[in-house]
């Protein structure tokens, strides 16, 4: 039997899975219906196919209903996408499926999005980035999870799926484009890959555990540099000398943090070499300038900080914060306080305490919390100082409040003024959803 990992999975609720018709997603949706998971299912047409697109949607709307599953559909022209946004087709592609997936979940009230990417697509993607240079991020592969978006199928292979479904006498379509050496990725499958198959059998699986120790390696040596960063950096910049001395695998993700972009090895080093020897260096909408014994960040999103527009949250709905980089997502809940979550994501609310309208904004002057459970009133300054939130950070992290005042800040806690009580009347639950890179 296949392993499918379902412990990725909320444990109630309903699961949209992502359905294109190919052989993967049929294996995604029909194995986890299998297993006793409520699904439904999505399909996004991106009209680049012309009639075998149309046949896809047709062939996924028609076995949805035979088979008695919500389904849900949208088309999308990717390709005037593309052109108007500047986007490559694969790039725009993906982002209109994955803004329609995120439509299709609130619509249907799911706990989460599945897509049925595999072992041999997570080996695939390492291969590419790897051919085309990366760090440790890339070789990291393709996340189990990624905010609501989860991938239980990375531990099965191809191989695997196609003969589950050829068992269960399940149909599915072939993309003829899967076939064209036009596309990079068909080539690594086609080529590369059966040459690797043949030093190890297993490659796909051998490539899924080195990613997910990469992944680990990556998230540890972040945490270094955030660290680093919280105790040497604030609204005047960085200590250069404290930055230069660095091991190479910190000093360029505080690097990359205190620009808020990805950049360049060689923009990394000539940054590190201003910090360590004075004078500037440049990157692409960046300078980096060394002043006394502090690097300032000139032309990037520091040192001028990221400021949040209140924004109206109904309950339900939800609002993008591109300045955070997440969404804020309010719903009606029904719950214990066994539920409510221990990283400062995810809050829930007395809805009788709540005093008008809720928005989601950054901090304000004057802003104070006093968090559930500690007996005390605490100022904004203080809470970002303790929990170690860098100066630079500080104007980017969302706040939700009502018309009486702050309710709860994204990482640091809540205030105890509306907190639910779960024994009775109505309970909000607010959740703040990273964005997928």
């Known amino acids: 039997m296949t392993k499918m990992d379902i412990d990725l999975l909320p444990r109630d609720g309903l699961i949209l899975c992502a359905v294109s018709g190919g052989a ?12 006793g998971v409520p699904v439904a299912a999505a399909h996004f047409d991106h009209g680049l196919r012309g009639d075998e697109s149309r046949r896809d949607a047709v062939f996924v ?66 291969l590419l980035r790897l051919a085309r240079g990366t760090g440790l991020k890339g070789l990291g592969g393709i996340p189990p999870v990624r905010g609501r978006v989860v991938r239980p199928m990375l531990d099965v292979t191809e191989k695997e799926v196609r003969a589950w479904l050829a068992e269960k006498g399940i149909p599915w379509v072939e993309d003829s484009t899967n076939a064209s050496g036009a596309y990079a990725r068909n080539r690594v499958r086609q080529g590369a890959v059966p040459v690797l198959e043949t030093v190890n059998p297993a490659f796909a699986r051998a490539v899924g555990r080195t990613a997910a120790l990469v992944r680990a390696d990556e998230a540890f040596l972040e945490k270094l540099a955030r660290d680093f960063l919280a105790e040497h950096a604030d609204e005047n910049g960085v200590e250069a000398a404290s930055l230069a001395a660095q091991p190479w695998p910190v000093a360029s993700r505080a690097v990359r943090l205190l620009a808020g972009r990805d950049l360049a090895a060689e923009h990394v080093r000539a940054i590190l070499k201003a910090a360590a020897d004075g004078g500037a260096a440049d990157a692409p909408g960046l300078r980096a300038v060394r002043t006394g014994d502090r690097l300032i960040f000139c032309g990037g999103p520091e040192p001028e900080p990221v400021s949040i527009p209140p924004r109206k949250l109904s309950v339900p709905g939800q609002v993008d914060v591109p300045e955070a980089g997440v969404t804020v997502r309010a719903a009606k809940f029904a719950g214990g306080p066994e539920d409510v979550h221990k990283s400062y994501n995810i809050f829930y609310f007395q809805c009788e305490n709540i005093c008008g309208s809720i928005s989601v904004t950054g901090r304000w002057a004057g802003d104070t919390m006093r968090p559930i459970g500690r007996g005390c009133t605490k100022t904004m300054k203080q809470l970002f100082a303790e929990a170690g939130v860098p100066a630079w950070e500080r104007a980017a992290v969302p706040v939700v409040r009502d018309e009486a005042g702050l309710l709860a800040v994204m990482g640091l806690g809540q205030d105890e003024r509306a907190a639910a009580r779960f024994d009775s009347g109505e309970i909000i639950k607010i959740e703040f959803q990273r964005h997928e890179p």
């Open 24 to 35: 993967d997603s049929m294996y995604l949706l029909c194995r986890l219906r299998e297993l």
């Open 61 to 126: 709307a028609d076995f949805c209903e035979k088979n008695a599953i919500s389904f849900l559909m949208e088309r999308g022209d990717v390709a005037a996408f593309a052109a108007r946004e500047k986007l490559g087709i694969e790039a725009a592609a993906r982002t209109m499926r994955y803004a329609f997936l995120e439509r299709a979940a609130d619509e249907l009230g799911a706990a989460a999005i599945a897509t049925a990417h595999t072992a041999d697509d997570n080996a695939e993607t390492v």
